[in-house]
């Protein structure tokens, strides 16, 4: 989308000419020629000049104007931030959950094109778009090295019809691609692969830049490329040829000095940055990574702070380009030519170099000095909760029993230690439970009472029923509170790093060599980020000691840390959830959120990869690792963390099998010519327009029924108890919800194992589907009949509107107590059941919420699934970036209290009626009225802000949505 050399460009005199060292030319919009005219854009952050080349380059006088240019090269540090930038990206990446339903939405608009006698070939992404398949892969087998075939296998048979749907979109679109299954997780595909430093549209030169449908897109900040995450509805739209619209945000600079200490590692690195920078409260502001220590960092330790950015909350984590990037690159088997561009381009720009302290004017400095980092953890259930390795078992037995309100568990101090047999097998776990690794003494969990009382918790040991199995084939499993089992190896932020992928590798290897072993029961995996990382534990002969840890290869993809860590066995999910155990997961992912992991595992924290090692041998977290044995190895001696942990000279001797060009490049190769047998049997249909077979994975989304390319005003007239009336207004709505802090995307989108007893459980039994072929709700998102059945049906989402149980605990699950008219009124049902009451009524309704609404992955579906209930406005302390703009994207209103004021301050219960009132105008952030209308007939007004934040979500909201607004500029252009 680079624009071309035309006289009647506005800053024509700003393309300029750069050489290579080659002696091969190029051209491009130059910011030092720029900053002739704006002096102040030679202090800009690097990460803002990178946004300013694509407003420059792009300025055609429509979507980008000479004013936005002004307005960005004077970018203020300090100034404020009410401009908004309309930022072109280079290209769109998606992975397969969030892209499947942008697929569909795209197959839908051609559809809808067709139905208006319109060329659907008018419907095409305009710049190039990647689908990594990474998201379907699940650790149903694990511990043995037949796991990775197993799973695979598993995953096609499963996702059969989203994949031949896939190569649809492949056959019907031109700039359409996909990364087949089996090849990485779409963050370190990115990285190694689809990044390619700069663009080239005819004789001009731009910057890679990019969106990407999921939040961790960030991971790519890390080799100076600007991008982050956003929902498949803004991606869908910068595909479109959308620009991507922002505020211009305030940019905090971190500045790393000094060096990390031995035996520290870049992930004990990044959950110091995350909690640093959570306490600064950088949400919606980019941060960039300058000074020393900066410079210290290996290209793929960047790449894991980068990815941890929504973590910390920043919509970016920006590394500027340097000579460890164009190190990276030579390494990852990008072309000669490809890098000499790169490097001349950034030079000529005068974006080369990480910048010293003083170099830059930020809004704000943070400063950290490497040497201070110790070993982490965080956790049990955020990512922003670090602690010191040699305080986890402290934290853990504190919040054992502290309330729920404060992070804790809300147990009897006295239940802490003690061990649960519960019952008895039949020879062990029931057969389709995951398989214990060869050789291993299969566990037997046995019961004391299947009540799940204070009394059975407290049952002595005499008392169990004890299954009399030979020695040789079973052995009496003890679960107690703190036991780790799930042990992973996972996720894009350490999944991409060699330094802690060796280091779990040289730990396994010691740990071996000294007689340490993983409990069979523990369920541990390794879910490598590419390929190319089997690739170096092989060569580094490492690999075999993970194995017979139970560490073997699981699949590549990401699996724990999105909730894809398949089932425990099903005697020990009674176990738990008969003695309310908090039990634990330890994993080298991004997210622990309740429920996240395994729904019946409470406690979850993230951990490097020697760590989550450590900890499957130690077997629970209620051991002091830096000061208590592991475990006791040959002879029966102790053996200590410190005796196994590998030297940094250890694992350095070691990285130069892990930057194998020759590696990257015949890996990569097979994308096109050797995409595996698995996918080659995939077929799918052909056309311009998708022809919607019957599919309960895929189905035509409804957000196009009634479309019209003459644009309407969105919203009816009503009248409501305040007899005002507003087109944007919403009058008369029932409360839906009333929620606390934190309510996540995990919450409100549909996520993990589908109950066979939930409205999509249900749905999907009457269309044929057995419960064993149910799938995950990711992966059925291309089928809004499930995923609107399975938003807010989370089983640890707590509705407040839900009276206290005895006890003042508070019930899980997605209830809502209906409140409309006739004999249902105050009943306790499915907020789907009541949501389609609401829907026949034509009653609209709101969700009341606390801070942090929306927080977690980019989940589209979060404000689809929203929209579909008939929610019409939510409002809350603070909003999650990337969801609130997904309700605005979808035609929800979200609405922020003002300081001070809350639903609980307002006394609300969920009886009342609610009339929304927002300014003729719908003046971005400006001010709202909320006219509360209670059942004893008082009326009460309070003002909060209508967080609708830039002029084109205006006109977005007013189109009914971002996706009408496309398709009719696209179809009338």
């Keep these: ?195 390619r430093g700069v663009h080239k549209a005819g004789k001009v030169y731009y910057p890679d830049t990019l969106v990407g449908t999921d939040s961790h897109t960030t991971m790519i900040n890390g080799i100076g490329v600007v991008g982050w995450g956003v929902g498949g509805i803004e991606a869908e739209a910068a595909m479109l040829g959308q620009p991507v619209y922002l505020l211009t945000p ?42 020393e220590g900066t410079r210290t960092l290996a290209l793929p330790d960047r790449a894991t702070i980068g990815n941890m950015a929504p973590e910390y909350g920043a919509t970016m984590g920006f590394f500027p380009v340097d000579e460890k990037t164009i190190e990276y690159f030579k390494g990852t088997g990008r072309t000669k030519g490809e890098i000499e561009a790169f490097e001349a381009y950034f030079k000529a720009q005068g974006l080369f170099g990480v ?81 214990p690794r060869p050789g291993a003494a299969r566990p037997v969990v046995e019961m004391v009472s299947n009540r799940p009382t204070l009394e059975t918790a407290h049952a002595p040991a005499a008392t169990a029923t004890v299954c009399e199995l030979p020695k040789d084939e079973a052995q009496v499993l003890k679960i107690g509170n703190g036991d780790v089992l799930i042990a992973a190896i996972t ?57 017979k840890l139970g560490f073997a290869v699981a699949g590549y993809g990401c699996t724990t840390c999105i909730g894809n860590a398949g089932d425990l066995a099903p005697e020990i999910n009674e176990a738990i959830t008969a003695n309310d155990l908090v039990c634990a997961a330890v994993l080298s992912g991004n997210r622990n959120f309740e429920a996240r992991i395994h729904p019946n595992l409470k406690a979850n924290f993230l951990a490097s990869p020697p760590l989550v090692v450590a900890y499957a041998i130690a077997g629970t977290v209620l051991k002091d690792l830096m000061t208590e044995p592991l475990g006791r190895g040959k002879g029966g001696r102790d053996v200590y963390l410190g005796d196994v942990w590998p030297s940094s000279d250890e694992i350095h001797a070691l990285m130069k099998h892990a930057m194998n060009r020759k590696a990257f490049k015949e890996n990569y190769a097979k994308v096109h010519k050797e995409p595996g047998a698995l996918w080659k049997k995939i077929n799918g249909v052909t056309g311009d327009v998708y022809s919607w077979p019957a599919s309960t994975y895929i189905a035509e989304p409804p957000f196009f029924a009634g479309f019209a390319l003459d644009s309407v005003a969105a919203g009816a007239e009503s009248t409501g108890a305040s007899g005002e009336n507003s087109a944007d207004s919403v009058l008369g709505a029932r409360i839906m919800a009333l929620f606390g802090d934190s309510i996540t995307t995990d919450h409100i989108s549909p996520a993990g194992s589908i109950k066979e007893s939930s409205p999509a459980g249900q749905w999907l039994l009457q269309h044929g589907v057995q419960k064993a072929d149910f799938n995950s709700y990711g992966a059925r998102r291309g089928n809004h009949d499930v995923m609107m059945r399975g938003t807010f049906a989370n089983v640890r989402i707590k509705n407040l509107m839900i009276p206290p149980l005895p006890g003042g605990s508070r019930e899980e699950g997605g209830v809502t107590l209906f409140q409309g008219d006739g004999p249902m009124q105050g009943q306790k049902m499915p907020i789907f059941d009541a949501a389609m009451q609401y829907i026949a009524s034509k009653t609209p309704t709101v969700v009341f919420a606390g801070e942090e609404y929306g927080t977690g992955s980019s989940r589209d579906w979060a ?94 909201y007013r189109a009914g949505g971002i996706l009408p607004y496309v398709l009719r500029q696209l179809l009338t252009a």
Excluded at 80 to 100: A, H, M, N, W, Y
Excluded at 501 to 530: E, Y
């Design 1 to 195: 989308m680079a624009a071309s050399n035309t006289p009647d460009h506005a800053f024509a005199g700003t393309l300029k000419t750069f050489t290579t060292a080659s002696g091969k030319e190029g051209r491009f919009y130059s910011l030092p020629a720029l900053a002739r005219k704006f002096p102040g854009v030679s202090r800009l952050p690097v990460s803002i000049r990178i946004v300013l080349e694509s407003v420059l380059r792009n300025c055609d006088g429509r979507k980008v104007t000479p004013a936005h240019v002004e307005q960005l090269a004077n970018w203020g540090p300090d100034a404020p931030r009410k401009d908004e930038i309309p930022f072109v990206v280079s290209r769109v990446v998606l992975q397969d959950f969030t892209g499947v339903p942008l697929l569909a939405d795209l197959a839908a608009m051609r559809s809808a094109a067709q139905r208006l006698g319109k060329n659907p070939q008018k419907i095409e992404p305009l710049v190039p778009v990647d689908l990594v398949v990474d998201h379907s892969i699940m650790v149903d087998h694990y511990g043995t090295k037949k796991a990775l075939d197993l799973n695979m296998k598993l995953e096609f048979q499963r996702n059969r019809e989203r994949y031949e749907f896939m190569k649809w979109g492949m056959q019907a679109f031109d700039t359409f691609g996909v990364v087949p299954p089996g090849f990485g997780i779409v963050h370190q595909v990115n990285l190694e692969y689809l990044a």
């Design 355 to 435: 910048p010293r302290a003083g170099d830059i004017d930020y809004s704000q400095v943070v400063r950290l000095d490497l040497g201070d980092v110790t070993p982490s953890l965080a956790g049990p259930k955020r990512p922003q909760d670090r602690i010191e390795l040699g305080q986890v078992s402290r934290q853990f037995a504190a919040l054992f029993s502290k309330p729920v309100a404060e992070s804790g568990f809300n147990q009897p101090p006295e239940r802490l230690t003690l061990r649960h047999r519960v019952g008895c097998g039949e020879g062990g776990p029931a057969a389709e439970a995951p398989q």
């Design 863 to 956: 404000a689809k699934g929203t929209q579909l209930l008939g929610i019409k406005a939510v409002v809350a302390r603070s909003f999650e970036r990337i969801h609130r703009s997904n309700l605005v994207g979808m035609g929800v209103l979200p609405l922020q209290f003002k300081a001070g004021d809350t639903w609980e301050s307002l006394g609300l219960t969920g009886s009342e009626v609610i009339d929304v009132l927002p300014d003729a105008a719908l003046t971005p952030q400006s001010d709202a009225r909320l006219v509360i209308h209670r059942a004893d007939g008082t009326r009460q007004e309070v003002t909060v802000t209508l967080r609708i934040d830039t002029p084109i979500e205006v006109d977005y």
């Design 250 to 291: 305030d940019v905090v600079g971190f500045e790393l000095t000094g060096r990390l200490r031995e035996g520290v590692t870049a992930t004990d690195l990044v959950l110091t940055v995350t909690e640093l920078l959570r306490r600064h409260k950088v949400v919606g502001k980019f941060v960039e990574f300058f000074g």
């Design 491 to 547: 996720s894009c932020t350490n999944t991409s790093n060699p330094s802690v992928l060796l280091a779990a590798g040289l730990l396994a290897k010691k740990a071996v060599k000294a007689g340490l072993r993983v409990a069979p029961h523990i369920k541990t995996s390794l879910a490598p980020g590419s390929r190319i990382v089997t690739e170096y534990l092989q060569k580094t002969e490492l690999l075999p000691y993970l194995e």
